[in-house]
């Protein structure tokens, strides 16, 4: 018996390979952008500013490491290491969670909530300008729908879990 022969792949026609290749392009060049503002800036990496502004986010500026990694797309380890050195600079502590010592707290301090503060501005700004600024209105709705629609295909379970959690007010929005 002969097998079948397998199916050919759905290649791109051009306007898809544009669009791809478009597409490729941010996911490379605009993570670059954003780190290296935050570098010159700041002095702390995009992945730090993210991990800081979970926490500035969530309720009592304190979430589970488990959380914060999903928030975050980093795996444990990563974020262990990072952890580490917001520590070292004063900005996180961790501690046991005192409902479920199986978990580990990560908690803003007064000084990394200083930090989100004084460096949201910047950050929020490099994110109008390379993203929001060169868009309409409409387009930013698209951008939406379609970064939704994307995560989906990609993740289907976790795509919502970019919302950060538990929205807090009255503070710097950390973007």
């Excluded at 935050?38 to 959380?67: C, K, P, W």
């Excluded at 797309?73 to 961790?94: C, D, F, M, T, Y």
């Excluded at 390379?130 to 209105?137: C, H, S």
């Amino acid at each position: 018996m002969d097998a079948p022969p397998p199916p050919q792949p759905r290649w791109l026609d051009a306007a898809e390979q544009e669009t791809w290749l478009a597409l490729v392009g941010v996911l490379i060049r605009l993570p670059a952008a954003l780190d290296a503002q935050l570098q010159r800036d700041a002095g702390i990496s995009h992945f730090e500013y993210q991990v800081l502004a979970g926490l500035s986010m969530a309720d009592e500026h304190t979430l589970r490491m488990s959380d914060l990694a999903a928030f975050t797309e980093g795996s444990l380890p990563r974020l262990s290491q990072v952890a580490s050195r917001l520590e070292k600079r004063g900005w996180v502590r961790r501690m046991p969670d005192p409902v479920d010592g199986r978990y580990t707290l990560a908690i803003l301090t007064e000084d990394g909530w200083a930090k989100v503060v004084a460096t949201a501005p910047g950050h929020v700004d490099a994110v109008r300008r390379l993203v929001f600024d060169p868009l309409n209105g409409a387009q930013q709705r698209q951008l939406r729908e379609i970064g939704r629609r994307v995560l989906a295909a990609v993740d289907p379970a976790g795509a919502g879990r970019f919302v950060p959690p538990r929205r807090r007010s009255g503070g710097p929005d950390p973007t």
